[in-house]
C-alpha cells in the first residue's frame, strides 16, 4: 500500500463539534484524499494572528473522499491555548495543515492479533489502527481507559464497537464497562492467554507516559511486542527544534530520537521510561 508525502494543504471546516465538553471532532475537506499510516498525525492551526504562533500535532483520525475532493478528520482535547482556539472555529473557516508526518504504527505482520490500548485522547490515535484491521478482517480487541464514563469516546466513533466482546471499556471509577485502570484490564486479559495465542500477539497504545511505560514492563516480561505512540510536546512537526526528544536504547547505549521524525510510534523495548 502507497501513502502520501508529507504536504501542507488548506482545509475549509465542514463541521467542528463538542462531545461532552471532553472531545472535540474537527472534520474539513481538503483538496486530494488522503492516505496515511494509522498513528501518523499533522500540524493544524486556523486561528488568527500568531499567538499563540505554532500549529498543534494532531492524530490523523479518518480521511477519505474522491479524485479532487477529499476530508480529513480530527479529534482532539482542550488542553491549552492552541487548542481552545481549534474548538471556537466554524463551519466554512479555514485551517492550515501540514501532513501526514512522523511513522506511524506497523501493521503488516502475517499472522499476528493485536490488542489496542487507548488511555484517554490516546484512542485518536489506535482507532485508525481498528478500522484498517477491521477491513482487512484481521483479529483484534480494544481497551479503552478514562477516569469516569463521560472521558471515555462516544461509541459511535468507535470501530468495530458493536462486535461482541471486541471492545472493553474502563473506568477508574466504575461508571461503565472494567472498574479500573485500562492497563489492569490489559493485563488481567493477558494472564488468561495461552502460550500459543501470546506468541501471535501484538500490543498497541497511546495514552499517558504511565500507562505506555507500565504495558511496555509487562509486555516486555512475557515476550510480547508492543509499538507505544508517544504524546510528547512537540513544536515544529518537523524535527527541526529538537523540542520533542525521547531517550532511546541503542544496544547497551543510549541515544535520543525526535518524537516527530522518529515517531510518534516506537518499540516499547527501546524507550528508556
Request: glycine fraction near 14%; hydrophobic fraction near 35%; include cysteine.
Amino acid at each position: 500500500m502507497t501513502y502520501n508525502p508529507t504536504r501542507f494543504v488548506t482545509g475549509r471546516i465542514v463541521r467542528n463539534e463538542g462531545r461532552g465538553e471532553i472531545f472535540y471532532r474537527i472534520e474539513a475537506t481538503i483538496p486530494e484524499p488522503l492516505r496515511f499510516v494509522p498513528g501518523q498525525f499533522a500540524m493544524v492551526s486556523g486561528w488568527p494572528g500568531n499567538d499563540p504562533l505554532l500549529p498543534r500535532p494532531l492524530a490523523v483520525f479518518r480521511s477519505g473522499g474522491t479524485r479532487g475532493k477529499g476530508k480529513i478528520e480530527f479529534v482532539y482535547k482542550v488542553v491549552g491555548r492552541g487548542t481552545a482556539l481549534l474548538s471556537g472555529l466554524h463551519p466554512g473557516e479555514t485551517l492550515s495543515i501540514t501532513l501526514p508526518l512522523g511513522r506511524g504504527f506497523d501493521l503488516e505482520q502475517a499472522g499476528r492479533t493485536y490488542w489496542l490500548v487507548g488511555g484517554g485522547v490516546g484512542f485518536s490515535s489506535v482507532f485508525p489502527a481498528a478500522a484498517l484491521l477491521g477491513r482487512r478482517r484481521n483479529g483484534f480487541e480494544m481497551f479503552l481507559g478514562a477516569r469516569t464514563r463521560d472521558h471515555l469516546p462516544p461509541k459511535e466513533w468507535t470501530p468495530g464497537g458493536k462486535a461482541p466482546g471486541r471492545t472493553h471499556f474502563c473506568t477508574e471509577d466504575g461508571t461503565a464497562g472494567y472498574h479500573g485502570r485500562v492497563t489492569d484490564a490489559v493485563l488481567e486479559r493477558m494472564r488468561e492467554l495461552s502460550p500459543e495465542a501470546a506468541s501471535r500477539l501484538t500490543i498497541l497504545a497511546c495514552g499517558p507516559k504511565e500507562m505506555l511505560k507500565e504495558i511496555s514492563t509487562e509486555t516486555l516480561k512475557r515476550g510480547i511486542p508492543a509499538q507505544v505512540a508517544l504524546e510528547n510536546h512537540m513544536a515544529c512537526g518537523f524535527g527541526v527544534c529538537w523540542g520533542c526528544v525521547v531517550t532511546l536504547w541503542e544496544g547497551d547505549r543510549t541515544a535520543y530520537r525526535r518524537v516527530c521524525r522518529d515517531g510518534p510510534v516506537f518499540d516499547a523495548r527501546e524507550v528508556v521510561w
